[in-house]
C-alpha cells in the first residue's frame, strides 16, 4: 500500500471529495507534495469542473497532439484537467447505501478528508465530522464552502463570481473611473484553495504532536477578505473606504501598465528614487528628474496624471520584451503583459520547471502550470496527468479493500460506481 | 506566544522585507510559532507603505506584522550580521525575501546557514525564485501580475489590461510558503538527526498556478483568453439600483429561480436555457432583459430573495458595508488583538482546535531588541549593550 515516494508530505493520504476548483487545487498541492489523493467522485452528480455532458469538444481539443480518438467531454475539460495533477480519481454514488458503505470504509486509511460541498450536504450523506470521528478518532476534516459552517447564510451557495463581489474583492478590482469587476476567472476559488492547502498542513502538524485530529472550516468569503485584509483593516482604523486604484500604488509613481509598440503592453513601477532614476536615464528623459512634478516620489504621486502621459508618450514607441529587459537589468521593476499563450511558453519558467508537458491519455499533450515551489531536499513534482473520471475506482477498491473482479462488476451493474451518465 | 498552537515551539526569524514574506511569518506566528523580526535601521519596508492612520503607522504593517517581537538589527554592520548569524543558528526557520545575490554578498546562502546549523529550514520568497533568468530581477504585485497571464485577462477589450485588486501575489506566496514550510517540518520530523532544507518561493510561479484554469483553458482553445469586450450579467457585477451585482449562474436550478425572481418565466421555463454552455452562446437574447429587470433591485433585497432561494448571487460590498455584514458578525470574523488594537479581519480558516492566534498588533520597530538578541541569539547581556551602542541594533 504504497504511495508516492517524493516530497515532503509522502506518507499521508487524503481521501477527498473534492470539487470544483478551490478544493480541488488546495488536494492537488498536497499531492505535488508528496500526498497521496485518492478523488472521490460523486458518480451521478460529477464534479462541475468536468463540465457538462453534453457540452460539444472544440476542434482544437480533438486535435491536439496525442489526442485519444475517443474523447469523453467530462475526461477533456481544461477546467478539471488544469487542478488535478497527481490525483487518483474514484467514483462513488453517494446517494446509494452501498456508495457510502465503501467511502466510510476507506476513511481509516486516510489521515486526511476535504470536501467542497454546500455545509448540509456532508450531514446529508452521513459524514460529516462527527460521523468520520467514530469511524477514525484523529481523522482530519477540511470543509471549504462559500460562507463557512455557520452564520446565517451557511446554507447559502456560492462560486467564485459570486463570492468575489460579496468578499469585497470586486469592489477593490477595475479602473480608477469604471464599475466595480470581477477576475477574469473566479479568483477567489484559488485563494481558498491556497488557505486550504495551509490549513491541512497545521492540521497534520497539530496530529503529529497531539495524535488529536480536527475540524477545518473554511469560508471562502472569509479567505477572500483575509487577501484583502489591508483594506478591511483600513476601514477599521482610519474610517476609509478603498476605492479602485486600476493599476496604480498606494505610494509608488510611476506603478502602471502602459501600450508598447505592436498592440503590446508593459508593466512599469519605480518604487525608489535609484529605479525612478534609472528609468528617467534609459528613457532619455532625464529631465524628469528636474522636473519639480517629477523629482522625487510624492511630487509623482501628486502628479500621477500627468507622469502617466508622459510615461505612455514614451513607452508607445518601445518594443515590449526589450524594455522589459533593459529596465529589468537596471533594477527597474518592469515586465512584459504576457497572454496565456505566452506565459505556457516562457523560457524562465520552463527552464526553472514550473511549466511542464503534460501528456493526457485523452486531451493529449499540453503544457500545464506545474509546482509552485522548490524544496532542495524533499522534491515535489508533477508526477501524474488529472485523472480520467473513475480511472482508479477497480485499482484503488482492490488494493485497499479487497474488492475483487466479480463484486466490482456488480458495484458497476449497480450503479455503486462508474463513469460518465449515470442512466 | 501562543501556548495552544499547532506550531508550538517552533523558532522562526522573520528577516523578510516583503509583504509575502511578512504575511508568511504572520501565518508562522499565528499558528503558534515564537516568530522574531529582524528589521534593519529604517524599519520593515512595510511600514513605509501608505495608507496611514493619525498617528503615522501604516495599516499594511498593522495587517501583516503581528504577533511577533521586533528587534532592530542592522545586518550591514559585521556585529549585526554575526548577531542575526547566531540567531539563525539556533532557529528552525528563516524567513526571507532578499533577492539571491544580495543574500550571497552577506554571506546568507542556504549552504553556509546550514553548515551553521543543519536543521534550519531556509524559506526565500522572491519576485521569480532563487534560480534562472529572472532571478535578479526586481519585481512587485504588478509585475507578477503581468508575468503570470493574470493582467491579460483582468479588465476589459479595449482598455488595459488590469492587476488583481491590492497585493494578491503577497498573500498568496506567502500562503503557499507558510504551508511549504510545515510541509519542510513535517518532513524533517521524520529523520533523525533533523535535516533542514531550502525552499524556494517564486511569487511569479505561485500566481501563476492560481493562473492554471485560465493557462490550460486557453490550450484546449488553441488561442490566449482575452479580456472580455464588454461586462454584462454572463461575466460580472452589473449595475442594480444602489450599486452592482452579479448573478453569475452555474447549476440549472439557479437559472430558472433567478429569472422567476426577475418575472422572466419564459426564460425559466424553457429547458434549452439549463445548460451554461447554451446560455453563453446565446447572452445576447437573454442578458438585456434580465439587467433591465435587475436594475430595478436594491442589492441586498436581491440577495436575500436569492438565499431564500438557495441561488448564488454577489451583491458587491465595500469594506464598511463589510465591517457591518451579519454574517461575518456572527461568525466573529472580526476581533481585536488579546492585547487591545482595532478589529482586524480573519483568519482565513477556522481550525477546531489550534484555531490562529491574534495576541498582539505589531511590534514597535526594536521595541523587543535586547529580550530578541538574549532569546533568539542567546548574547550575554555585556555584548548586547555593545551591540546597541555601536548602533548595530537598537
Known amino acids: 500500500m504504497t504511495g508516492p515516494r517524493f516530497g515532503p508530505l509522502h506518507g499521508y493520504r487524503g481521501i477527498v471529495l473534492t470539487q470544483a476548483w478551490a478544493g480541488s487545487y488546495a488536494t492537488q498541492i498536497l499531492g505535488m507534495l508528496g500526498a497521496e489523493i485518492i478523488q472521490v467522485e460523486f458518480h451521478g452528480r460529477p464534479d462541475s469542473w468536468r463540465g457538462a455532458y453534453d457540452r460539444p469538444i472544440p476542434d482544437t481539443v480533438r486535435d491536439a497532439p496525442g489526442a485519444s480518438a475517443n474523447q469523453h467531454t467530462w475526461n477533456v475539460n481544461p477546467n478539471y484537467n488544469s487542478v488535478n495533477l497527481n490525483k487518483q480519481c474514484i467514483t462513488l454514488n453517494l446517494t446509494h447505501p452501498d456508495g457510502v458503505e465503501i467511502f466510510k470504509r476507506l476513511v481509516p486509511l486516510a489521515d486526511f478528508v476535504v470536501e467542497n460541498f454546500a455545509p448540509r450536504v456532508i450531514g446529508n450523506l452521513g459524514i460529516d465530522y462527527d460521523a468520520l470521528r467514530q469511524i477514525k478518532p484523529d481523522i482530519i476534516l477540511c470543509s471549504l464552502s462559500a460562507f463557512g459552517n455557520n452564520g446565517p447564510w451557511r446554507d447559502v451557495p456560492g462560486i467564485g463570481g459570486t463570492i468575489e463581489p460579496i468578499s469585497g474583492m470586486s469592489a477593490l478590482l477595475g479602473y480608477e473611473d469604471g464599475p466595480p469587476l470581477n477576475s477574469g476567472q473566479m479568483y477567489p476559488d484559488a485563494a481558498a484553495g491556497l488557505n486550504g492547502f495551509a490549513g491541512i498542513v497545521t492540521a497534520l502538524m497539530h496530529r503529529e504532536m497531539t495524535g488529536e485530529g480536527q475540524y477545518i472550516d473554511l469560508s471562502m468569503q472569509e479567505a477572500s477578505l483575509a487577501f484583502i485584509g489591508d483594506a478591511m483593516l483600513e476601514e477599521r482604523m482610519t474610517g476609509n473606504v478603498r476605492v479602485r486604484l486600476g493599476n496604480r500604488h498606494m505610494t509608488f509613481a510611476p506603478h502602471g501598465i502602459y501600450a508598447a509598440a505592436d498592440g503590446n503592453w508593459l508593466a512599469l513601477a519605480a518604487e525608489t528614487e535609484a529605479q525612478w532614476a534609472a528609468l528617467s536615464g534609459i528613457a532619455g528623459h532625464e529631465e524628469w528628474l528636474r522636473d519639480a512634478r517629477f523629482g522625487v516620489n510624492e511630487a509623482r504621486k501628486a502628479n500621477e496624471d500627468a507622469l502617466d502621459v508622459e510615461i505612455g508618450a514614451w513607452v508607445a514607441g518601445e518594443e515590449r520584451d526589450s524594455l522589459a529587459e533593459q529596465l529589468s537589468q537596471a533594477g527597474v521593476m518592469a515586465a512584459a503583459v504576457l497572454d496565456a499563450h505566452e506565459v505556457a511558453a516562457d523560457k524562465a519558467l520552463r527552464d526553472r520547471g514550473f511549466i511542464v508537458e503534460v501528456e493526457h491519455p485523452e486531451a493529449g499533450v499540453h503544457p500545464q502550470s506545474g509546482v509552485p515551489v522548490r524544496f532542495s531536499d524533499t522534491r515535489a513534482k508533477v508526477e501524474r496527468h488529472a485523472p480520467l473520471q473513475g480511472q482508479h475506482t477497480q485499482e484503488v477498491l482492490e488494493r485497499f479493500l479487497g474488492v475483487e473482479e466479480v463484486e466490482y462488476q456488480d458495484l458497476l451493474k449497480r450503479g455503486v460506481t462508474g463513469a460518465g451518465p449515470s442512466n | ?394
Open chain 2, 1 to 394: 506566544m501562543n501556548k495552544s498552537g499547532a506550531l508550538n515551539g517552533i523558532r522562526v526569524i522573520d528577516l523578510s522585507t516583503s509583504v509575502s514574506g511578512a504575511w508568511c511569518a504572520r501565518m508562522l506566528a499565528d499558528f503558534g510559532a515564537d516568530v522574531a523580526l529582524f528589521e534593519g535601521p529604517d524599519g520593515h519596508p512595510a511600514r513605509h507603505l501608505a495608507p496611514f492612520d493619525d498617528a503615522g503607522v501604516s495599516v499594511i504593517a498593522e495587517y501583516v506584522l503581528t504577533n511577533r517581537r521586533s528587534a532592530i538589527v542592522d545586518i550591514e554592520q559585521p556585529s549585526g550580521l554575526d548577531a542575526m548569524r547566531l540567531a539563525a543558528g539556533r532557529a528552525d526557520v528563516l524567513v526571507c525575501s532578499m533577492l539571491p545575490g544580495d543574500m550571497k554578498s552577506l554571506g546568507l546562502d542556504f549552504t553556509s546557514l546550514r553548515g551553521a546549523n543543519p536543521k534550519l529550514i531556509v524559506c526565500s520568497i522572491t519576485p521569480h525564485g532563487s534560480t534562472g533568468a529572472r532571478s535578479e530581477h526586481p519585481g512587485n504585485d504588478l509585475t507578477t501580475a503581468a508575468l503570470s497571464g493574470w493582467a491579460s485577462i483582468n479588465g476589459l477589450a479595449d482598455r488595459p489590461p488590469l492587476k488583481p485588486g491590492g497585493l494578491q501575489a503577497s498573500y498568496c506566496a506567502g500562503t503557499m510558503a507558510y504551508g511549504s514550510i510545515v510541509s519542510a517540518l513535517l518532513a524533517r520530523r521524520k529523520q533523525d538527526p533533523m535535516p533542514g532544507q531550502f525552499i524556494d518561493i517564486s511569487e511569479l510561479e505561485v500566481m501563476a498556478s492560481t493562473f492554471a484554469p485560465a493557462l490550460l483553458n486557453s490550450q484546449y482553445q488553441g488561442e490566449p483568453q482575452a479580456r472580455k469586450a464588454k461586462i454584462d450579467m454572463s461575466t460580472g457585477p452589473v449595475p442594480v439600483r444602489d450599486g452592482h451585482f452579479a448573478l453569475t449562474i452555474s447549476r440549472p436550478h439557479f437559472w430558472r429561480d433567478a429569472m422567476n425572481v426577475l418575472g422572466l418565466d419564459d426564460l425559466a421555463e424553457d429547458p434549452r436555457w439549463a445548460t451554461s454552455w447554451y446560455r453563453r452562446e446565446h447572452a445576447d437574447e437573454y442578458v438585456d432583459r434580465a439587467q433591465a429587470k435587475l436594475a430595478d433591485w436594491n442589492k441586498m433585497d436581491l440577495f436575500d430573495t436569492l438565499a431564500a432561494l438557495r441561488v448564488i448571487a454577489g451583491p458587491v460590498l465595500e469594506t464598511n458595508e463589510l465591517a457591518d455584514n451579519v454574517h461575518l458578525r456572527a461568525r466573529n470574523f472580526f476581533r481585536s488583538p488579546d492585547t487591545g488594537g482595532p478589529e482586524y479581519p480573519g483568519p482565513a480558516f477556522k481550525m477546531g482546535e489550534t484555531p490562529a492566534q491574534l495576541v498582539r498588533r505589531a511590534p514597535r520597530p526594536g521595541e523587543h531588541s535586547g529580550r530578541v538578541l538574549r532569546e533568539f541569539a542567546g548574547l550575554e547581556d555585556s555584548v548586547i549593550d555593545a551591540l546597541l551602542a555601536s548602533g548595530a541594533a537598537r
